[in-house]
Every structure is written in C-alpha cells, then in structure tokens.
C-alpha cells in the first residue's frame, strides 16, 4: 500500500469535516507571504544570528555585553563598523552615536552610545590578531545578510498586512487577545477560510495540534501532546498564546491555573492555545468578534 501523502491525517478529522479545503485565493494569498515572511526568511535570520552569536562568543565577547538582540539595528549597525574587538574598543561616542543612526535608532540615541561604549571597553579575552582577523570578514558578512533579511521581512510584512486586512475575517481575528496583524494573518493563513473545513472546534484545534491526544492502556489513561500536526500553525498558535497573557485577564487566569495544576509553561501555553482556538471557532462560526467578558462568563475560579 503506498504512503499517505503529506498531509494532515485523516483521523483528526471527525466524520463530515471536509479534507479538501476550498479556501479563497484571498486566503492563499495571505497563507504564500506568511510562510515566505515566517519560515523562510525569520527562521533564516535566528539560524544567522545564532551563528553571528557562537562566533562572537569565540572572540568577541564584549559584542553580546552590548546587545542583547543581534538582529537589531544597533548591533547591525555597530558590528558593521567595529567588527573586531579591537576596534570596539577604541569607537568614539559620536561613531557609535553614528553607527546607531545609521542601524535605524531614533530614540535615546546618546544614552545609547554610552552604553555600547561601555560595554565594548570592557576588559575580555581576546583571540590572535589573523583569527580575529578572520571572525571579523565572517562577522561582516553575515550582519550583510542579517540586515538585507531585516530589510526582505520588512518588506513582505507590509504585503502580507495589505492582504490581511481586506479580508472579510481579518477584523474577527484581530478582535482575539494576543492577534496582531502579522500573527493574525499566520493564523487565518495556516487554518484558511473555508467554512466547511471545519465542522467542530474539535476538528480545528486537532489539526492545530494543540488538542490532547488521550491514549489508554489498560487502567491507565494519559493525555499526550500531538506530534502529528501542522508545524507552521502550532508555532503560530504558541506565540499567540503567550502574547495573550498580557492582554487577556481570562488568558492569564487559565494559564495561572494549569501552572498550579503542575503543568510545565509550555503545556500551560498548549492548553491555553487549545482554549483560544475554541474561542475563534465559535467566533468565526457565529460571524462576532471576541469578547472578553462572553469568553470568561461560563468559567468559574476552579475551571482548568
């Protein structure tokens, strides 16, 4: 019997859910650029900056004493200019103040200058000058591409916001805590905006993922995470999560919860996305944007 294509498995879906989706072109649209924008080119740039981050620390320490964020445009801008210790060490403030200009800082830019002047002065263990030599051209190189992706990102957000926005669920979504219009459009585009694609929330939260999956032996019973899902919309559906925590009194209040139940952060995150995916099936379904007070109106302090 050949392979099952790469798809999600058909035993997530309850009877009567449609397993091909009639989503709009609106929504492929949307889908193309979040991919583009959140898998090829961001998942590029962290693979980049922790490659710039395991160079530095071999001979450059004082670069991650200065920043935090190594695909900012201070440090973009900086380690362009000063990509050896050496000549960290001996920037004038008004280089520095330059160099944070020219990264896209408009703010705060002398204390800024200040601290980076600092930190660059600070006494480290420094490799041989050809080695540093040679991390330097590798550290120039790499903060080239780091900053062209930047650029690229930027660019594709922009597309992918025109395109989120005049969709006819675009305000729905961005009603839920937590949804931006980057991560809103993530959401819709993963799950896509054919009505009849899913018939429960039960449907749609399983080929999130983020349902438990319950397996039974004997006696015994366990809830698992799922491992068989969609990675781009899992990934989505965790960051929305926790951006809800500090949005939603009742988002809060759920995670707090499970965290008291003995859930580790990420289960608590899993259960949380799991609710949340609940709630913007129903909004969808009615056709209503989210309300906080509707959300929470049926759960009481004990509910998990």
């Given amino acids: 019997m050949p392979p099952m294509p790469n798809c999600w498995p058909i035993w997530c879906a309850p009877t009567g859910t449609s397993l091909i989706a009639g989503d709009s072109a609106d929504a492929e649209a949307i889908k193309v650029l979040a991919r583009a924008a959140h898998e090829s080119l961001i998942w590029s740039r962290t693979r980049h900056t922790n490659a710039l981050r395991n160079a530095l620390r071999e001979y450059y320490p004082a670069a991650l004493v200065a920043f935090d964020d190594l695909a900012h445009g201070d440090a973009l801008g900086v380690l362009d200019r000063a990509p050896t210790p050496e000549q960290g060490a001996h920037l004038s403030r008004s280089a520095i103040h330059s160099a944070l200009k020219r990264g896209g800082r408009q703010r705060n830019i002398d204390a800024r200058a ?40 930027s660019e594709l957000e922009t597309g992918l ?21 980057v991560l809103g ?25 983020t349902s438990p999956l319950t397996v039974a032996s004997g006696r015994k019973r366990a809830a698992l995470a799922r491992h068989v899902r969609n990675r781009r919309l899992y ?9 809800a925590l500090s949005v939603s009194p009742g988002a809060r209040l759920f995670y707090d919860q499970h965290r008291a139940g003995g859930d580790l952060h990420h289960q608590a995150l899993r ?12 909004c969808l379904h009615h056709h209503v944007p989210y309300n906080e007070h509707t959300a929470r109106a049926h759960r009481t302090p004990a509910a998990a």
């Fill in 114 to 153: 200040r601290e980076v002047q600092a930190a660059l002065g600070t006494d480290q263990l420094s490799a041989s000058a050809p080695v540093a030599t040679a991390f330097a051209a590798t550290t120039r190189a790499t903060v080239a591409i780091i900053a062209e992706l930047n650029r690229q990102i």
């Fill in 161 to 181: 916001a025109a395109h989120f926005e005049t969709h006819p669920d675009a305000d729905i979504y961005l009603s839920l805590p937590g949804l931006g219009v």
């Fill in 185 to 209: 459009a993530r959401v819709l585009g993963e799950f896509g905006d054919d009505p009849n694609r899913y018939i429960t929330a039960k449907s749609r939260k399983n080929y999130a993922g």
């Fill in 235 to 243: 990934d989505a559906i965790d960051n929305w999560a926790f951006c």
């Fill in 271 to 282: 259960a949380l996305g799991n609710r949340l995916i609940g709630i913007l099936h129903g």
